[in-house]
């Protein structure tokens, strides 16, 4: 599964875009995450979901991290990704 992401809440500045990326390597997850302008954090990331959810479970778990709302979208696979980076 694919999904588009966009994080609000304490989510820049707190060291979620690197605790994401090393946790979605871990797992063997691909895509992609990014700030934004806004203070959000936007992500695609791509793999099972059962290991998505863990990761967005983990996430919210954090207490330098504070999630106040996720919009969450899927989108289609992308069969040629290789690997997970921050932009």
Known sequence: MRF???FSGRVQRVGFRLEIEQLALRLKLTGWIKNLEDGNVEMEIQGMKNKIDFLLEFMN???RIKINHM???????LNQEQEFKII
């Open 4 to 6: 588009h992401i966009i």
């Open 61 to 63: 778990s954090l207490r």
């Open 71 to 77: 919009q969450k979208d899927i989108r289609s696979v």
